[in-house]
């Protein structure tokens, strides 16, 4: 079975600061890795994903994650933070090459960025 | 990518009544998805919606309590019955938007029972 674990539930950073949103997965075989990223009373919005080739994934509104399949993590990172990047970050994981095509997301980490 | 449209955005209902939840997603998808989030909290996936068989239930979910419909490749609705303040949450829908793995989400439905 999949599974995905966010093991911080707040992180605060100081706005121009780097970010990281940490990420592990557990999963058989190769995972199809996602970031989503919710504002007030919004749905979910797609950052980025991983599903072969490069580990540096590039997504939306300056992120990146990296893959690391030794340490299975796919940390959500942004050189410098905006303020307007508060907001709760989910990351998922689907199962390769199921025909259920289910994506499991993890508990939530709330990012706040202060001024 | 796919837009999901998701109605509707919020009720208040009363306990004993159902509520149905639909979508509609401006293209074809191949699988469709149901979620409840808690706000603030994780999503909980409750079912996949299969076009033209029925929904695959996750453990804790019963087709009873969440029935499910999938016409077309195109719409989805899911019911929330016998509804109590237990029930109280944010239903969200999901698509599986083609061969690049891409997965859109509804804005989803915030009920509240009383």
Known sequence: AQSVAQPEDQVNVAEGNPLTVKCTYSVSGNPYLFWYVQYPNRGLQFLLKYITGDNLVKGSYGFEAEFNKSQTSFHLKKPSALVSDSALYFCAVRAPYSSASKIIFGSGTRLSIRP | ?114
């Not at chain 2, 449209?5 to 509520?19: A, E, F, H």
């Not at chain 2, 639909?22 to 909980?44: E, K, N």
């Open chain 2, 1 to 114: 990518s796919a837009v999901i449209s998701q109605k509707p955005s919020r009720d208040i209902c009363q306990r004993g009544t159902s509520l149905t939840i639909q979508c509609q997603v401006d293209s074809q998808v191949t699988m469709m998805f149901w979620y409840r989030q808690q706000p603030g909290q994780s999503l909980t996936l409750i079912a996949t919606a299969n076009q033209g068989s029925e929904a695959t239930y996750e453990s804790g979910f019963v087709i009873d309590k969440f029935p499910i419909s999938r016409p077309n490749l195109t719409f989805s609705t899911l019911t929330v019955s016998n509804m109590s303040p237990e029930d109280s949450s944010i239903y969200l829908c999901s698509g599986r938007t083609g061969e690049n793995y891409g997965y859109t989400f509804g804005s989803g439905t915030r009920l509240t029972v009383v």
